[in-house]
């Protein structure tokens, strides 16, 4: 579904996509299942790009990041559905695998950390399982956003869909410009680069 990649460099201009995931309304706003939203809000007030575009249900940010042309997508559809939009985006801008970015949380990974992976495995995330399913690959780049896993017995589904508590947020705080500056370094010099840099512990 993906347009053909230059292997002889990208041309001028080639747009980056970066997509992150979560649920449409203001009562998920502050969930943890919205961890991807929330970091890439804070990207697009950072840069002064703003989600004034609307197509293919979902919320689009078009603009520069340096020198980088982006185009930061937010689904309005629900989670589990969001590789309706994210496919149908990459298709119009004509978008290679490797120039897509996937922004979510992850249970498993402790609240305070972040993962670059340059492709791989829904690992059971619904909303990342969509986008495979839609795109036909999961040969994209993805970064992972550690909540924790719930506590006791907490249903996963109830625990994603509850806000951070308020130790968690001290800590999101620092996280989610954390996860900005792993972005931005992706732009800048690659998926290895950026793992090189942000995969180790950090908090």
């Given at each position: 579904?993906?347009g ?17 995931l ?6 998920y ?15 697009a ?19 520069h ?11 309005i ?18 978008i ?6 996937v ?12 993962r670059l992976?340059p492709?791989?495995?829904s690992g059971g995330h ?5 986008i495979?399913?839609?795109l ?12 924790g896993?719930p ?19 001290e ?5 989610r ?7 931005e ?10 793992m ?8």
């Amino acid at each position: 579904m993906f347009g053909t990649a230059n292997h002889e460099g990208e041309k001028p201009g080639t747009p980056k996509m970066i997509v992150g995931l979560g649920n449409p309304g203001a009562r998920y706003a502050h969930n943890r299942h919205n961890v991807g939203f929330q970091c890439i809000d804070m990207l697009a007030e950072q840069h002064g790009l703003r989600f004034d575009r609307q197509r293919d249900k979902a919320l689009l940010a078009l603009g520069h990041i340096d020198s980088h042309r982006v185009i930061l997508v937010k689904p309005i559809t629900f989670m589990n559905d969001s590789g309706v939009a994210v496919a149908a985006i990459a298709r119009f801008y004509k978008i290679a695998p490797e120039n897509l970015l996937v922004v979510y949380d992850d249970l498993d990974l402790p609240v305070g950390r972040i993962r670059l992976r340059p492709q791989g495995s829904s690992g059971g995330h619904r909303g990342v399982q969509s986008i495979i399913d839609r795109l036909g690959t999961q040969s994209f780049p993805r970064l992972r956003v550690g909540i924790g896993r719930p506590p006791g017995r907490m249903d996963p589904i109830d625990y994603v869909l509850q806000d951070f508590s308020p130790e968690q947020e001290e800590i999101m705080t620092q996280v989610r410009d954390r996860a900005v500056q792993a972005i931005e370094c992706w732009l800048r010099q690659g998926i290895e680069e950026a793992m090189n840099a942000f995969n180790g512990p950090s908090l």
